[in-house]
């Protein structure tokens, strides 16, 4: 149950406290993720996925004043 469920849902059942459920909320922010996303061992993913987010970015960037410089000439 999300948060916000629980918020809405206070006082039924099994459902936890409002202040317990934000502070559980809050508290997980705390806790360090372990995420695999860079494997120093195996740095290919995120190299490929760091030139994809940047030629998206770039690209659209490019896009984006190419439309204004075409709508200024017509």
């Avoid at 948060?3 to 502070?23: N, Y």
């Amino acid at each position: 149950m999300t948060t916000i469920e629980a918020l809405q849902q206070r006082g039924r059942p099994g459902v936890t406290p409002p202040g317990q459920a934000v502070l559980d909320f809050t508290l997980s922010f705390f806790q360090p993720m372990a995420y695999d996303y860079v494997d120093w061992n195996d740095l290919t993913p995120a190299i490929k996925a760091s030139t994809e987010f940047t030629l998206e970015w770039v690209g659209g960037a490019i896009a984006k004043r190419l439309s204004r410089i075409k709508r200024r000439f017509s």
